[in-house]
T-cell receptor, first 114, second 114 residues
């Protein structure tokens, strides 16, 4: 099976940098995704990691260490609009042989204040 | 707009009833996923279809069923509804296969069971 852990809540101020951690256990790791979800809205894709290392995309970066079962999402130059839930999700070959089903953690609610 | 369409947006029904939620995936996407999101459980994976066939099963109750039709739209059927089934139900779609193929989410159907 799989187990995905993230902090429940985090707070930060505008302009700051915040790191949201995610640890996971899978039967057959096949990629890790980060999604952003504003309250009552659909999750939207932020980043994807399948190999170890850092992926940078503008103000957002995501890091993966497969040997440690660990990822983080780094948000720089925080803005008020970044207040949302951030969801860590993995693809697990233990769920289906093609490993395409996305399994989500409970998410981290980030509150950005001025 | 993700290109994934879900209907209806809101649904209010009584306990014991049956409802059908509909999802049209993005053009060209062969995989459809269904998720349930309640306040305390986060996004729970229910079931995945690929090109008309069931691909992976998550925490889907026996009272729930789904199917994907030849035109690739999908329906999620919820029967013998209970108060605890009240949640946001999301559909997502993706191109099957390949790495880095993120899932795109529809806006969800908010189901309220009274």
């Amino acid at each position: 099976g799989q187990n995905i852990d993230q902090p429940t809540e985090m707070t930060a101020t505008e302009g700051a940098i915040v790191q949201i951690n995610c640890t996971y256990q899978t039967s057959g790791f096949n990629g890790l995704f980060w999604y952003q979800q504003h309250a009552g809205e659909a999750p939207t894709f932020l980043s994807y990691n399948v190999l170890d290392g850092l992926e940078e995309k503008g103000r957002f970066s995501s890091f993966l260490s497969r040997s440690k079962g660990y990822s983080y999402l780094l948000l720089k130059e925080l803005q008020m609009k970044d207040s949302a839930s951030y969801l860590c999700a993995v693809r697990d070959l233990g769920i289906d042989q093609a490993g395409t089903a996305l399994i989500f953690g409970k998410g981290t609610t980030l509150s950005v204040s001025s | 707009d993700s290109g994934v369409t879900q209907t209806p947006k809101h649904l209010i029904t009584a306990t014991g009833q049956r409802v059908t939620l509909r999802c049209s995936p993005r053009s060209g996407d062969l995989s459809v996923y269904w998720y349930q999101q309640s306040l305390d459980q986060g996004l729970q994976f229910l079931i995945q279809y690929y090109n008309g066939e069931e691909r992976a099963k998550g925490n889907i109750l026996e009272r729930f069923s789904a199917q994907q039709f030849p035109d690739l739209h999908s329906e999620l059927n919820l029967s013998s509804l209970e108060l605890g089934d009240s949640a946001l139900y999301f559909c997502a779609s993706s191109v099957f296969g390949g790495e880095g193929t993120e899932a795109f989410f529809g806006q969800g159907t908010r189901l309220t069971v009274v």
